[in-house]
T-cell receptor, first 113, second 108 residues
Framework: DSGVTQTPKHLITATGQRVTLRCSPRSGDLSVYWYQQSLDQGLQFLIQYYNGEERAKGNILERFSAQQFPDLHSELNLSSLELGDSALYFCASSVVSNTDTQYFGPGTRLTVL | DAKTTQPNSMESNEEEPVHLPCNHS???????IHWYRQLPSQGPEYVIHGLTSNVNNRMASLAIAEDRKSSTLILHRATLRDAAVYYC?????????FGQGTELSVKP
């Protein structure tokens, strides 16, 4: 158990819909990262937040957005969902950022029908 | 972002050492070399990381070439639970850029 929690574990929805994935970092960790893992693209970095502020951006689509709240939990919002958005979404946390070890949650499996 | 190259798959026998190679010829001076592994149906798990010197921890050892253009993750005695995809990553600026990794299978 990494100490990072993600909810829900599974999510099934339809194209065009909007969903919110939630992540609670390890106690004391200030940075939260979101990753997407699909069969054809592998593990891809989406975005990083540090203490409430966006710190780094990766291959995140404009239809996706994230935020980190004052209690340090984070949400990833996915809108106008397409079939290709079906994937595992992982959240990770670290103490600060850069070269710190990242601890990954168990993931949310999103299926778009 | 600097890239890494790893073999797609490797096989090992249980209780034997395993050497997982990684090439990173475009590494920059500030890039740390990280190794993570992903067991089936789980999120990635940190294994080890280093900058220039070889590193040891309870899970593995990391041998880094003098020119830093390659590194090797060493599992001293492979167990069946070590069967996973192992990712060699150059970490800079906070983000981990995962490659395809090496799928390690361990035979009893």
């Amino acid at each position: 158990d990494s100490g990072v929690t993600q909810t829900p574990k599974h999510l099934i929805t339809a194209t065009g819909q909007r969903v919110t994935l939630r992540c609670s970092p390890r106690s004391g960790d200030l940075s939260v990262y979101w990753y997407q893992q699909s069969l054809d693209q592998g593990l891809q970095f989406l975005i990083q937040y540090y203490n409430g502020e966006e710190r780094a951006k990766g291959n995140i689509l404009e239809r996706f957005s994230a935020q980190q709240f004052p209690d340090l939990h984070s949400e990833l919002n996915l809108s106008s969902l397409e079939l290709g958005d079906s994937a595992l979404y992982f959240c990770a946390s670290s103490v600060v950022s850069n070269t710190d070890t990242q601890y990954f949650g168990p993931g949310t499996r999103l299926t778009v029908l | 972002d600097a890239k890494t190259t790893q073999p797609n798959s490797m096989e090992s026998n249980e209780e034997e050492p395993v050497h997982l190679p990684c090439n990173h010829s475009t590494i920059s001076g500030t890039d740390y070399i990280h190794w993570y592994r992903q067991l089936p149906s789980q999120g990635p798990e940190y294994v080890i990381h280093g900058l220039t010197s070889n590193v040891n921890n309870r899970m593995a050892s990391l041998a880094i070439a003098e020119d830093r253009k390659s590194s090797t993750l060493i599992l001293h005695r492979a167990t069946l639970r070590d069967a996973a995809v192992y990712y060699c990553i150059l970490a800079s600026g906070g983000k981990l850029i995962f490659g395809q990794g090496t799928e390690l299978s361990v035979k009893p």
